[in-house]
């Protein structure tokens, strides 16, 4: 699955059973790939200078109790922070131009076989959880993030909510 094209557009990064490649787009030959030291991860995204990812992190041999939300710098693994306490992501992570928020789709509850999530949206510097949107059972409610991340786009009925962050 195509994660994004790299800032100079030479590098697409595709997921690829528990790392992410970044593909020479010209040749298809893998160019690096990312990854963190005794560790798989899913739903995972990089940001859009590539500067950081986020994703699901679990141990190697794995454990459904040690699942955590997590920020890294992939060229080097290390952990920038983990997010949402107990969380995890639905979705892969969505971040803003100038990395200072991510925001994910995130599970909240569970009843009556269904599962309800939210959009979260926390602070890259501190893990601060800065917004919490309604509860959804569609895994593909809308969610953009505007350039600079001080506008959030959602569904609100048939219109688009715009919100100040």
């Excluded at 590098?11 to 798989?40: F, L």
């Excluded at 710098?73 to 803003?96: C, E, L, M, N």
Aim: hydrophobic letters at 45%; one cysteine or more; charged letters at 15%.
């Amino acid at each position: 699955m195509i994660d994004s094209f790299s800032p100079d557009s030479r590098q697409v990064a595709v997921n690829v059973g528990g790392a992410v490649q970044a593909m020479d787009v010209a040749t298809g030959v893998a160019a690096t790939t990312y990854s963190v030291a005794g560790m798989t991860y899913a739903r995972t995204a990089l940001s859009p200078d590539w500067s950081l990812m986020g994703g699901v992190l679990a141990p190697i041999p794995y454990g459904a109790d040690q699942l955590a939300s997590t920020l890294w710098h992939p060229q080097d693994g290390s952990i920038v922070r983990k997010i949402g306490d107990a969380r995890y992501f639905d979705t892969p992570p969505r971040f803003d131009t100038a990395n200072a928020i991510v925001a994910a789709f995130s599970f909240e509850n569970h009843t009556l076989g269904t599962n309800w999530s939210a959009w979260h949206v926390w602070s890259v510097t501190d893990g601060t959880a800065l917004r919490t949107f309604p509860m959804s059972s569609s895994p593909t409610e809308p969610f953009a993030i505007l350039p600079g991340g001080q506008r959030l786009l959602t569904r609100a009925g048939t219109a688009v909510a715009v919100w100040c962050r």
